[in-house]
C-alpha cells in the first residue's frame, strides 16, 4: 500500500495553460485534507485573475466558463520574495505541516540579490523541512522558452506529470503550446482564454504569429 506523502519528494505537474495542472494537483490536495496531515496551499501574489472583488484575493479559482470548478483557500506570497513561503510556515508553529502545495510556479523569481529565488526554497523545504512539496507550472512561455525558473523545476523534481489541453485550432487533445491572441510588449502578463490560446504543435508552427516568424527565423 502505497502512502500518501513521502517527506522530501518533490511532484510537478507542467504543461501548457488549460491543461487542467491545477486542478490534478488539487485532486491530490483533496486527498490529504481527508487524512492526518496538515498542508498548505500557496500561489504568486501576482495571479488574482479570476477574483472577482477584493475579499476573492485569498481564494483560488478555476476560470470562468471551466466545466471543472473549484475554490479554495490560497496564501498569496510575493512572486520576488519566495522564501516568505518558509517564514510562513515557520510563523504556524502550532500547526505541524506536513506538505505544500504552490500554484503557478512559473511567477516566482530565481535567485537576485535580495531572495534565495524558488528553486533553493523548495531544496528548503524538502531537504531541511521534510515536507512533500507539490507544484503545478507552465513550462513555457507563448514564444516556447523556458517560464521563470521552469527548467529548473523540471530537472529538479522526482515525479513530472506533463499535461495536454485541446488544440484550439484543430481540436486534437496534443496542445502542448500557449500563444497570443493579441500582441502585447510585456511578456509575462497574466490573462485567460481572451488573451491567450492553446495550440498542438502543427497548428503552433502553421497559424500562430509567433510560430510562423519562428519557423522563417529557422530557415
Ligand atoms: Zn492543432
Redesign the pocket.
Known amino acids: 500500500m502505497g502512502r500518501i506523502l513521502s517527506p522530501g519528494k518533490f511532484e510537478l505537474w507542467t504543461g501548457c495553460m488549460f491543461s487542467n495542472k491545477t486542478i490534478k494537483m488539487l485532486a491530490r490536495k483533496a486527498q490529504i485534507n481527508y487524512s492526518v496531515y496538515n498542508s498548505l496551499l500557496i500561489g504568486s501574489g501576482r495571479d488574482t485573475r479570476y477574483a472577482e472583488n477584493e475579499s476573492e484575493i485569498n481564494l483560488l479559482k478555476s476560470h470562468p466558463g471551466s466545466t471543472l470548478t473549484y475554490k479554495e483557500k490560497i496564501i498569496r506570497i510575493s512572486d520576488e520574495l519566495p522564501e516568505k513561503i518558509i517564514e510562513y510556515i515557520n510563523e504556524a508553529k502550532n500547526k505541524k505541516i506536513h506538505a505544500v502545495f504552490i500554484d503557478e510556479l512559473q511567477f516566482f523569481s530565481g535567485k537576485t540579490e535580495t531572495s534565495i529565488g524558488i528553486v533553493r526554497v523548495i531544496e528548503k523545504l524538502l531537504k531541511e523541512m521534510d515536507m512533500h512539496v507539490f507544484g503545478n507550472g507552465l513550462n513555457l512561455d507563448y514564444r516556447q522558452n523556458y517560464f521563470g525558473q521552469m527548467k529548473y523545476l523540471i530537472d529538479m523534481a522526482d515525479e513530472v506529470h506533463y499535461e495536454y489541453a485541446t ?1 484550439e ?2 481540436r ?1 487533445m496534443e496542445a502542448r503550446y500557449g500563444f497570443r491572441k493579441k500582441p502585447l510588449e510585456e511578456l509575462v502578463v497574466a490573462g485567460g482564454k481572451d488573451l491567450y490560446g492553446v ?2 504543435g ?2 503552433y508552427e502553421k497559424y500562430t504569429y509567433e510560430g510562423v516568424l519562428k519557423k522563417q527565423n529557422n530557415s
Request: some cysteine; glycine content about 0%; hydrophobic content about 25%.
Open positions: 488544440c485550432l484543430c486534437n495550440a498542438c502543427k497548428c
